[in-house]
């Protein structure tokens, strides 16, 4: 079956570092790839998708880049704040519509 | 993007009562939608399909006379949770699916359940 393989937390940076979480995917068929968001208490939160391979999904400073040739969709940020600590979800939707998670990475950005 | 509207967001209901959640797509007919549960600090695991007009189809290890779904119209879907017991309380999720050639699966805001 498809599966999600997130790296391991927990991350912690100091504010404005550079953020990389990796994440490979294995699949059937031509899956969507998505990162979500969780802030502590709250529900999951869309941050960013590419429903194709080269696709460079991006929001809010983040990007990732749908990577077929290494089923990867790495997830990247410049500069991270403070605002950014949350747990993040990779996440693949197949045709059929089920979705598969990553196991979560936690990321704390300290002042 | 379309919406996909989960209630109650927050629910703390007794042991051995039974939780209604549901599932409504806003703005787009969902012949399909999905019910994820999410322990505490750890990732969400499917726990079964909902089919519009037709029985859901659950994964294993979870007990569908425990939870019930139901999918009757194709904007809405219904998880049940009968004789909550403390070890029920999660966050559970849905999910609803696009139809057409760029199908897509939209989720809703996720229905924190809380059983003492």
């Known amino acids: 079956g498809d599966s999600v393989t997130q790296m391991e937390g927990p991350v912690t940076l100091s504010e404005e570092a550079f953020l990389t979480i990796n994440c490979t995917y294995t699949?059937?068929?031509?899956?969507?790839l998505f990162w979500y968001v969780q802030y502590p208490g709250e529900g999951l939160q869309l941050l960013l998708k590419a429903t194709k391979a080269d696709d460079k999904g991006s929001n809010k400073g983040f990007e990732a880049t749908y990577r077929k040739e290494t089923t990867s969709f790495h997830l990247e940020k410049g500069s991270v704040q403070v605002s950014d600590s949350a747990v993040y979800f990779c996440a693949l939707t197949g045709n059929a519509g089920k979705s598969t998670f990553g196991d979560g990475t936690t990321l704390t950005v300290k002042p | 993007g379309a919406v996909v509207s989960q209630h109650p967001s927050r629910v703390i209901c007794k042991s051995g009562t039974s939780v209604k959640i549901e599932c409504r797509s806003l703005?787009?007919?969902?012949?399909?939608m999905f019910w994820y549960r999410q322990f505490p600090k750890q990732s969400l695991m499917l726990m079964a399909t909902?089919?519009?007009?037709?029985?859901?189809?659950?994964e294993q290890g979870v007990e569908k006379d425990k939870f019930l779904i139901n999918h009757a119209s194709l904007t809405l879907s219904t998880l049940t949770v009968t004789s909550a017991h403390p070890e029920d309380s999660s966050f559970y999720i849905c999910s609803a699916k696009t139809s057409g050639v760029n199908t897509e699966a939209f989720f809703g805001q996720g229905t924190r359940l809380t059983v003492v």
């Open positions: 699949a059937t068929g031509y899956p969507s």
């Open positions: 909902s089919n519009e007009g037709s029985k859901a189809t659950y």
């Open positions: 703005d787009f007919q969902a012949t399909t």
